[in-house]
Each structure stands twice: as C-alpha cells, then as structure tokens.
C-alpha cells in the first residue's frame, strides 16, 4: 500500500509560479499512475493532471492548460505540479492521488479510479 504526502503549497502572487511535490512510499512507484486533484471552497473536487506510470503520457485540464505541467521522478518517487501565471481562481487544496496501472502509458482523469490520497497542500493566489 502506497502512502502519498504533498509540499510545495503556501501563498503566491497572480502571475507568479509554484512547485507541488509528492512523494511516495510503501509501494513501487513506478507501477502506479499519478494524478493532481484540486478543491476550491465550495467547489467539488476537479481534475487537475494526470501521468502515466512511465512518464510518457500525461494529461492536463483544460482550466490549466498550457499554465501548468505534470512530470515524474521514478528514481525519486516524486510527482511534481510546475504551476505558472497561478490566478486567484487556483487558489484550493491541491491533492496528489495514486493507483496501480498495467499499461506503462495509461493515465487517469476520474478521482474515483484512485485508490490512495494525500491530505492536500493550500494553495492560494493574491491578486
């Protein structure tokens, strides 16, 4: 069973940018898919980023797309957020969720397809 914590969060200015880390233990790392999750105050829980297990694929929504990139470290056990031009509307707890994956090149955007979550990590963004 895999345990997954998350970093990187804090306060950050509009237009600024932001490294979220997770990293993993109590598994094979690279056997599982990775995937960013975030929640807003009174949002539901919305698809952030996801990756493959190799790191060959990745996915993006498209309320982040071109402003934030998903990557992997397999020696590291760590998957990364690079968030750049943060706006206020990403100001939420950011989660970091795992699941075991066959393909090497299969990710996942639905959060209920995950099997183990982190606490989360706040981010906010200051106009």
């Known amino acids: 069973q895999v345990q997954v914590v998350e970093s990187g969060g804090g306060v950050v200015q509009a237009g600024g940018s932001l490294r979220l880390s997770c990293a993993a233990s109590?598994?094979?790392?690279?056997?599982?898919?990775m995937g960013w999750f975030r929640q807003a105050p009174g949002k539901e829980r919305e698809f952030v980023a996801a990756?493959?297990?190799?790191?060959?694929?990745?996915a993006t929504a498209d309320s982040v797309k071109g402003r934030c990139t998903i990557s992997r470290d397999n020696a590291k056990n760590t998957v990364y957020l690079q968030m750049n031009s943060v706006e206020p509307e990403d100001t939420a707890v950011y989660s970091c969720?795992?699941?075991?994956?066959?393909?090497?090149?299969?990710?996942?955007?639905?959060?209920?397809?995950?099997?183990?979550w982190g606490q989360g990590t706040q981010v906010t963004v200051s106009s």
């Open positions: 969720a795992a699941r075991r994956a066959v393909l090497t090149h299969t990710y996942f955007y639905d959060a209920s397809s995950y099997n183990y």
């Open positions: 109590g598994g094979t790392f690279s056997t599982y898919a």
């Open positions: 990756i493959s297990r190799s790191g060959s694929s990745t």
